[in-house]
């Protein structure tokens, strides 16, 4: 009887040493096996927001893999769910997630997802990092356990100095009234008219599926010399293609996000050409550190193209999230809600420029530079400091 | 101000030819069989992707995806015919069930297959500048408006003359009747929804001409169909051109003179007036007698 207890009960502790323990504590100075930590992550990867949760995907796979290629002890395992583009589905997600022991969760996109999604995981006192929600009123919550490495002030900071180098009299923004796209619209034409450059800012609906109206508004009344588009990957194809029907006075069309974009040369050339955009690296992608290098080689690898923003961003925070898991692992203090505060003490360059979290969780030093589409390659006009060549002024698609 | 209001009405009634050319499929299902099609707009989806391969793959006119597009469609259409034919209950709430799930599924399935992007012709002719006076279209447009009148008219002499499009009209009246006078219900409701689907492949293809396609564009054509069809009022196909083109002005003239952020409020209003004053729609059963 005896015997058999025994023999069930090294049976057990065997099985129970041979199993993978999630988010295992690691005891400093003692001799450890390779620990797996869970990641959560909720992206959506259908709906609405596919392209861009799709493009967050990629990124975060090929960072989870260089790291696991290189942490010592530790092994970082990746579970997605799929959001579906849903804030319902985001906050279902983040509680399975954790319930499953994710120890961090990785936020999805749109300001009005990763909203409940976030107060979700603050809740089950889970640490929660984004790159794909930008509004102020997610770090005016004062969550400790909200991080985030881009936010609106950067694009504005990036669009607005274009702007001011060029000194044009007059600006129309063209700004969906998307909740990012809005704010991002409130921001420039705060920013430019204080500058004193007249702004008109026309509100459009994300439904919209014909802009001439809207074209000639800014043909007609506005007379304005740039055109401004705070919006998205299909806003920026109609608003384009509609001005190149009416021709307005404009001598420049500037965009925000995923409009300076290989990818955008390559499926719409005939629109894209001088259009300047937000961007980060110029195309042919020129990566000048070890860590950039690797990434765009892992991720052709994986995927056949070249990096792109959105799949950067996410890469960008998957690496600093799996960093600061790897310190409070060996600190001792994973599970014990250490992770906050490892996150918080981080302070690193990365592809996007340096990265530093202040008491709300925001990267007050996220800032982009402007690349011009010129005939499929993209040229970094602005800031001066990150300019790869001078901007072509006036320029137009048409 | 003169040259923003006729470009405005010019852009509402083009965009109101779009309207219709998505509605009338919609229209015929909905008033030959009872049923509202909830996966309407991901058929017109389809075939818009079928435009975008035949374009993207074939390096020819997204024009020639029409007869591709008919083909993928109607086989689409068949298999959710089929499917809403196995309902036994509650045929009117189920079907509303049924195709909003097949739409869902056919959405995820354009999304697995082409991904997320957004896709457009690159074709330059289509999107050149045509210029009327003080107003400017793209050719696709022109072309899709077009294309819509013809597709009405068509849609509305079968309907009228062809012994098909009367036996649709007859199961759609009186479906005992109809069966009684020798009319196989079951067969004319798959030819109706056959009809419907061709025209969903016609709008799909002159939709990827002159807009933009992305997989969740689905859900708002079938909404902005919806729209159309109660404007109109069952049973009017003529009826239902007016109503898009009504609806296209109504947004064009809401951007021009308000601001673009009210278009789909604008849309709306118009809506819930007409379903308030005139419950049987503009040209509707009712309307018409009177």
Known sequence: MLRRALVAAAVTLGLAAGCPARAQEARPGTEQQIREVVIGAHMPLTGSLARSGQAFDEGMRVAVRLFNETAQGLRIKLQVIDDESAPAKAVSAVEKLVSDGAVAVIGGYGSNIVGPASDAANKLATTYITAGAVSDELTARGLKTFFRINNNAGYQRGMAGLIAELKPASVSILASTKEAPALLAKGLARDIGAAGIKVTVHEFDPAISDFKPLINKVKLQDRSEILLMSAYENDYVGIIRAARVLKPPVKLVVGAWSLATPKMYTEFPDLMNNVVGTSFLPFPVAVKDEEGRRFAEAYRQAYGKDIEYLSTLSFVETTILAEAIAKAAEAGTLKSGGLPETLRATDRRTLLGPVKFDATGDNPLFSLAMGQHRSGQIVLVSPPAAATGPISYPALPW | ?290
């Open chain 2, 1 to 290: 101000m003169r040259d923003l209001i006729l470009q405005a009405l010019f852009s509402g009634l083009l965009i109101g030819g779009v309207y219709a050319l998505v509605a009338l499929g919609l229209a015929l299902s909905f008033g030959a069989m009872r049923i509202i099609n909830l996966a309407h707009g991901e058929l017109v989806l389809i075939a818009a992707y079928a435009a975008y391969v035949v374009e993207a793959r074939g390096g020819v006119s997204p024009y020639w995806a029409i007869p591709l597009a008919l083909a993928i469609v109607s086989v689409v259409g068949a298999v959710l015919f089929l499917m809403i034919d196995r309902i036994r209950e509650h045929r009117e709430l189920n079907s509303l069930i049924l195709t909003y799930g097949v739409g869902i599924v056919l959405t995820n399935a354009v999304l697995l297959a082409f991904a997320s992007d957004v896709r457009t012709t690159t074709a330059p002719a289509l999107q050149d500048a045509v210029t009327l006076g003080p107003v400017y279209a793209m050719a696709g447009e022109i072309v899709a408006f077009g294309l819509s009148l013809v597709l009405m008219v068509a849609l509305w002499w079968w309907l009228k003359r062809s012994w098909y499009g009367r036996a649709v009209r007859a199961v759609s009246s009186n479906r005992a009747a109809a069966t009684l006078m020798g009319i196989n219900p079951l067969r004319t409701e798959l030819v109706a929804f056959l009809v419907a689907g061709a025209l969903a492949s016609f709008a799909g293809v002159a939709l990827y001409t002159m807009s933009v396609v992305q997989p969740a564009l689905g859900h708002a054509l079938t909404v902005k169909a919806f729209i159309v069809t109660v404007l109109a009022g069952v049973g009017s196909i003529p009826g239902v051109f007016l109503a898009a083109l009504l609806l296209g002005v109504t947004e064009a003239l809401t951007v021009t003179l308000a601001s673009s952020a009210l278009q789909e409020l604008a849309g709306m209003v118009l809506f819930l007036l007409v379903l308030f004053l005139l419950p049987s729609g503009l040209f509707g059963a009712r309307a018409r007698r009177g």
